[in-house]
């Protein structure tokens, strides 16, 4: 059913308008007012919506290669439906389907019924019903094809239920107000990548792991977690007349990172760093080594991501402050060669690490930006100082001297789990975690 959005700017007497479909009880992009901070939102918050309105609510995951045979099953009759190219096969039911590849074709044997076809889709007759792929549950339309040899599949589903499935995978079962913060963050970000496509050319929106966000289909989730995607339902974070790519991470070490500090971007309004506690409210700004040693070894008191003041999960407890330790033996084999020094030679004012020199004995070898320093040693976060002992002028061992895990940008999500333990409700956290974003709704 088509519908119209209709965007008014209060006091200016002004309405812009924008088709827009219907989905199931979704109305997608219902009219309603992005007035934020007394300014219209227009063309860039219009056209991000509008990609979501193409897909009448609808967002498709990318669950990458399926390892043969294929096993399908469900709890329910399945619709499935084969396909050669253009061309669509008369749909059947099925409760069980064994998939194969053969002469460049999928061979199904769906309840003894044998099918040939070069693509099918399994979809699920009412949302009682679930679709188990290789032991894996999910919702929705599974769509399978053959790429390159290779069975791939995508899974299609409402952006809502989705966002239930990603707090599953992202956070967990954390305190409720944290789960309807991270569903908010979670849900901006799906929106804002829809619109720069970057798996266009693999036929789907979004992969199911980290790059975009982790997803794992819809095994384990509460009741809380389907609560706080849909009590938050359409709410999305705006800055700067877009919906925010409101990335995230799982512990800051007391301190946030700005979105240049870490990737090859200029400053982005609601990525901004911030102290991880209320004690503080001044730019981050770390001028020195000595200054960064000071902070990682008498931290801040009153961070909300500090163990001690939270209940969160143990094995996020070790990344508040840590250590990575490399013996000469261990950096000969990593660099292929005698390392004779390692030394941070550009930090940004968040205190995460820009570049690393490492002197070995066949020249300085420059490592930069943070994703790469972390992947060369293997650390939890850029957020480092670093430690050399030697003797007689040879490194004996260098050790890594770090708090937080993640890129650092962002909600840091245990940070919320203990805000959310302490009392603060969902808008307060991300107010906190992005101090310069608002926060909007965008269908009900």
Excluded at 9 to 15: A, F, P, V, W
Excluded at 36 to 41: D, F, I, K, S, T
Aim: glycine fraction near 10%.
């Amino acid at each position: 059913m088509g519908g119209t959005l209709v965007f008014r700017s209060k006091g200016q007497g002004r309405q812009y308008k924008s088709k827009c479909r219907r989905s199931g009880e979704i109305p997608i992009l219902l009219a309603c007012l992005m007035l934020v901070a007394g300014r219209l939102l227009a063309a860039t918050i219009s056209a991000q919506i509008e990609e979501l309105a193409a897909r009448h609510g609808q967002v498709r995951i990318g669950l990458g290669r399926l390892t043969l045979p294929v096993r399908v099953a469900s709890n329910l009759p399945l619709s499935v439906e084969p396909a050669d190219g253009t061309n669509k096969q008369a749909p059947i039911l099925c409760r069980k389907a064994v998939i194969n590849i053969e002469g460049g074709r999928l061979r199904i044997t769906c309840d003894g019924q044998m099918l040939n076809c070069l693509s099918v889709s399994f979809a699920s007759q009412n949302s009682a019903s679930e679709i188990q792929i290789n032991g894996r549950t999910y919702a929705g339309v599974i769509r399978m094809g053959l790429s390159n040899g290779r069975l791939n599949a995508i899974n299609e589903i409402p952006l809502d239920d989705y966002i239930a499935c990603v707090l599953k995978a992202e956070i967990g079962s954390a305190p409720y107000e944290a789960l309807k913060a991270q569903a908010v963050v979670a849900r901006s970000e799906a929106i804002h990548k829809l619109k720069l496509g970057r798996h266009a050319g693999d036929g789907y929106d979004l992969c199911s792991s980290e790059h975009c966000m982790a997803y794992q289909g819809t095994a384990g989730i509460t009741a809380e977690m389907r609560q706080a995607a849909y009590d938050t339902k359409g709410e999305v974070l705006v800055a700067e007349g877009g919906i925010l790519d409101a990335v995230f991470h799982t512990m800051c070490g007391g301190i946030t990172a700005g979105a240049e500090d870490v990737w090859d971007s200029p400053p982005v309004a609601g990525l901004e760093p911030v102290w991880d506690g209320l004690a503080r409210n001044d730019a981050p700004s770390f001028r020195s080594e000595e200054e960064m040693e000071s902070f990682l070894s008498h931290p801040p008191a009153a961070c909300f991501c500090d163990p001690s003041n939270a209940l969160f999960p143990a094995y996020a407890r070790k990344y508040y402050r840590w250590t990575k330790s490399f013996t000469a033996t261990d950096l000969q084999r990593l660099f292929g060669t005698n390392v004779q020094d390692v030394k941070v030679v550009e930090r940004r004012p968040s205190g995460r690490v820009r570049r690393v020199a490492v002197l070995t004995a066949t020249g300085v070898k420059i490592i930069e930006k943070e994703l790469p320093i972390r992947k060369q040693f293997d650390l939890p976060s850029g957020l480092f100082v670093v430690r050399v002992a030697t003797k007689s002028g040879v490194v004996e061992s260098v050790e890594f001297f770090g708090a937080g895990s993640g890129h650092g940008v962002g909600l840091c999500q245990m940070g919320a789990w203990s805000m959310a333990e302490k009392g603060f409700h969902y808008d307060a956290i991300l107010r906190h975690y992005y101090p310069r974003a608002q926060l909007a709704r965008l269908y009900r």
